[in-house]
């Protein structure tokens, strides 16, 4: 199986109310992530590197932010005459409708798309997952397996989403029993929102679920088709971060601060592609004190940054003392200011001499263009 053969598609807003706080002003794919990347990134990246040529992102709302990082799709080479990257929003009132009642609704929204696409297979997924993967394995697995539908799977403690599904039995790599939700205290085998099937299977079983009035992909259609159709698994390896609250998109990023994490998240043969800005390097003041932490382009920093993660164009002024802490684009921290277990969305303001603490459980979320 060629990527060329492959049809790629994107949720970019199913899962939103898992990071409600971020996602109050933009889509799930467009969560700032690692410093200067969005969500989307890995998973367009994923793709391209797999050699798919044809991306559907589909949205439902507060999709302007997406629209202004992924544009054209120029920096995946996704910005051609033919094929490319398409833009799939809701078209009236009965899509929103459908696209709130689940991943069925939203496919449902573009099965038009999907008709008229040439390829053979679609490989889908949602964003609330980074991982590089290499497709291409993927794709080749799907073949060797003969499997119907082909799902990622990843060993570690399963996150907490409605109907997340959970591998309870295999027999020679296909899938026989899974549960839904309740996962354990231990490490368990679960499954990323993310599957590679054939286009007319997708189109059929889209189809006949939503005349039953059916909404989840897990439970109506995986659950229900185990006996009917052969589900196999392919196994993730590599670093796989699931974010399923606020708590575990902080954990996400701060995981990159390993070395072992960093290099298998971007690796040189498979890179991680995202919008860029001109900009000038990050800047050090003669008394600041840099350790263990993610500076991005355009930074200023005059003060001390410790295990912190700093997207572009943030300015950190003297004697300021920020730890642990998130700070997206634009962010300005004034002097003798002091952050610890702080996420602070794009242009926030902190003013000279402010204190602000959250907990490594619990970190302290301020919204964009905040001023404290």
Request: hydrophobic fraction near 40%; include cysteine; charged fraction near 25%.
């Amino acid at each position: 199986m060629r990527g060329k053969n492959v049809l790629g598609l994107i949720f970019a807003n199913v899962d939103d109310g898992l990071l409600s706080e971020v996602t109050g002003i933009r889509s799930m794919a467009s969560v700032p992530f690692a410093g200067g990347y969005r969500l989307v990134d890995f998973t367009l990246s994923n793709m391209v590197n797999a050699g798919i040529g044809k991306v559907g992102v589909i949205t439902d709302n507060n999709y302007q932010s997406l629209m202004d990082h992924i544009g054209s799709g120029k920096p995946w080479d996704l910005a051609r005459k033919n094929d490319g990257l398409y833009l799939l929003p809701p078209f009236n009132a009965d899509a929103v409708a459908n696209y709130v009642s689940g991943e069925i609704g939203a496919l449902k929204n573009v099965l038009s798309f999907l008709s008229k696409s040439s390829e053979e297979y679609v490989f889908m997924s949602a964003c609330s997952y980074v991982a590089n993967l290499d497709l291409r394995k993927v794709f080749e697995h799907h073949e060797k397996s003969g499997a119907d539908v082909t799902l990622l799977s990843v060993c570690g403690k399963a996150p907490k989403f409605d109907n997340q599904p959970i591998v309870e039995k295999t027999e020679d790599g296909r899938v026989t029993k899974i549960r839904l939700g309740n996962p354990g205290e231990n490490d368990e085998t679960y499954l990323i929102k993310a599957a590679l099937m054939k286009k007319a299977l997708l189109e059929r079983l889209v189809r006949e679920a939503f005349s039953k009035g059916e909404t989840s992909f897990e439970k109506d259609i995986l659950l229900k088709n185990l006996g009917r159709l052969r589900f196999c698994e392919y196994k993730v390896t590599d670093f796989c971060a699931v974010m399923d609250s606020l708590d575990s998109y902080y954990k996400a990023n701060f995981a990159l601060l390993s070395q072992d994490s960093f290099e298998s998240l971007f690796p040189p043969e498979r890179p991680v592609f995202t919008k860029t800005y001109e900009d000038m390097p990050a800047v050090y003041g003669l008394g600041s004190d840099v350790r263990n932490s993610l500076i991005a382009d355009g930074c200023i920093i005059d003060g001390e940054v410790e295990n912190c993660i700093l997207f572009r164009g943030c300015r950190i002024e003297k004697d300021a003392v920020i730890k642990n802490t998130i700070l997206m684009p634009n962010c300005f921290v004034g002097e003798s200011a002091t952050l610890n277990y702080v996420i602070a969305d794009k242009s926030v303001s902190i003013r000279s001499r402010r204190n602000l603490s959250g907990a490594d459980t619990y970190p302290v979320y301020i919204g964009k263009e905040i001023q404290i």
